[in-house]
């Protein structure tokens, strides 16, 4: 890094590129367009070459702006931790642990995070907690930009720089609703329900898609109370949490189909950033999800 660079420029570009624009950054930074732009162009000096353009394309960033940011992260994320690091090491458990989670966690008994967070606040009165839904993918990503200070969920695909920590495997069934032609049918083949309308997940590949049996997908949601409503409406079948489901199964809403053939669980794990794990605070939320974690694999 360029000797003298400030890094309150360092945290200011961050911003900018994390709200993609000098306007949208505004209320984080609580400054006003023009003293943004006035940072930026400060920043721009003291490394020697512009790092985002501005204009009707919308804001972008330049090629050694990406690299200039990955470097940021990497510097401004090493800053943190230490600071936190000397924090708890002096006693000053204060500041905020924002923590990302999947939906529908709140129904899964392998997951104690309510019970988690509990015992946590008891024990660290002085931290304020922001707990946030996210998919997989956003989850990673907010762990590796340190948006997410610990995140805990199901990741297909493994990032660089992230520590995965298992927690438990979820069950997860295909199913039908009451107003599914399939509902009332015995004796369903494989091959038949592979050909039925199916809801996909955003961040399935076709390559996961294949592998639960399906060729393609007439539908994808983003979360799993969207897949909830197309499966509901009788003309999709998809996937759910046995947990998720199970209230609406009892009610006889819901129907299992073909669960030896088209049954699967996904690894939960918990994910911290690399180099952080010395913190405190993260230490214990992640034995407190770990030891209190309530283990059934169904």
Not at 46 to 52: K, P, S
Not at 193 to 209: A, F, G, I, N
Not at 264 to 280: C, I, N, P, T, W
Request: net charge positive; proline share 4%; hydrophobic share 40%.
């Amino acid at each position: 890094m360029t000797p003298g660079i400030d890094f309150k420029l360092l945290r200011i570009f961050a911003a900018v590129v994390r709200h993609q624009g000098f306007a949208r950054a505004q209320q984080e930074l609580n400054l006003t367009t023009s003293a943004i732009s006035t940072y930026m162009a400060q920043l721009e000096s003291d490394v020697g070459f512009t790092v985002c353009r501005r204009g009707r394309g919308g804001f972008a960033l330049t090629d050694k702006g990406e690299l200039l940011l990955s470097e940021t992260l990497r510097v401004l994320g090493e800053v943190d931790s230490f600071e936190r690091y000397t924090q708890s090491l002096k006693g000053e458990l204060g500041g905020t642990l924002t923590i990302g989670v999947l939906d529908t966690t709140v129904t899964d008994p392998s997951l104690p995070m309510a019970e988690a967070i509990g015992v946590f606040s008891s024990k660290f009165p002085g931290m304020h907690l922001n707990l946030l839904i996210r998919s997989p993918y956003e989850l990673q990503k907010g762990v590796l930009d340190n948006e997410l200070d610990i995140a805990v969920g199901f990741f297909p695909a493994k990032a660089n720089g992230l520590i995965y920590q298992p927690l438990y495997r979820e069950q997860q069934w295909l199913y039908c609703s009451d107003r599914h032609p399939c509902f009332q049918q015995r004796n369903l083949r494989a091959s038949a329900v592979s050909e039925m309308s199916v809801v996909s997940r955003s961040y399935w590949s076709q390559t996961e898609l294949s592998r639960h049996g399906f060729k393609r997908s007439v539908a994808t949601v983003e979360s799993m109370e969207a897949q909830l409503i197309l499966i509901l409406s009788g003309r999709y079948i998809g996937y759910l949490p046995e947990h998720y489901a199970q209230s609406w199964v009892e009610q006889g809403r819901l129907k299992v189909l073909l669960p030896s053939e088209f049954g699967y669980q996904s690894q939960f794990s918990l994910v911290l950033r690399r180099g952080r794990s010395r913190e405190l605070p993260l230490q214990a939320m992640r034995e407190l999800l770990q030891t209190g974690k309530r283990g059934s694999k169904r």
